[in-house]
C-alpha cells in the first residue's frame, strides 16, 4: 500500500517562512501529479499547489509569489517553500498523490492523502 507522510508544519509569524514536505513511501514506481491542499476550519479544502512528474506547475491565485512547490521524482517527495505568510494561510495543509504506477506495475486510479499538518500564522 501506498502512505503519504507529511512533516514541517508549525506556528510562524505573519511575514515568516516555513517549508513543508510530502513523501510517499511503499511500492512506488512514479507518481504523475502531486499536491498540497488545505483546509481552514469552517471552509472546504482547496487546492494550493500541483506539480507533475514532468515538474509542470499550478497555483492558487493567492498564494501565486509566495510559495513554491517542488519534487524530487528520485525520492517521490514533494516540497512547499511558503513565504511571505499571513493569517489567512493558516489552515491544515495535506498533501495528495494521484496516478501511482508500483514497482509491479500497478496503477492505483484513485487520489491519496496524507494526514495533514497544521500551520499557523500569527503573532
Known amino acids: 500500500q501506498v502512505q503519504l507522510v507529511e512533516s514541517g508544519g508549525g506556528l510562524v509569524q505573519p511575514g515568516g517562512s516555513l517549508r513543508l514536505s510530502c513523501a510517499a513511501s511503499?511500492?512506488?514506481?512514479?507518481?504523475?501529479?502531486m499536491g498540497w491542499f488545505r483546509q481552514a476550519p469552517g471552509k472546504q479544502r482547496d487546492l494550493v499547489a500541483t506539480i507533475t512528474m514532468y515538474d509542470s506547475t499550478d497555483y492558487a491565485d493567492s498564494v501565486k509569489g509566495r510559495f513554491t512547490i517542488s519534487r524530487d521524482n528520485a525520492k517521490n517527495t514533494i516540497y512547499l517553500q511558503m513565504n511571505m505568510l499571513e493569517p489567512e494561510d493558516t489552515a491544515v495543509y495535506y498533501c495528495?498523490?494521484?496516478?501511482?504506477?508500483?514497482?509491479?506495475?500497478?496503477?492505483?486510479?484513485?487520489?491519496?492523502w496524507g494526514q495533514g499538518t497544521q500551520v499557523t500564522v500569527s503573532s
Open positions: 495528495n498523490a494521484n496516478g501511482i504506477l508500483s514497482q509491479t506495475n500497478y496503477y492505483y486510479n484513485r487520489n491519496f
Open positions: 511503499g511500492s512506488v514506481r512514479s507518481i504523475s501529479v
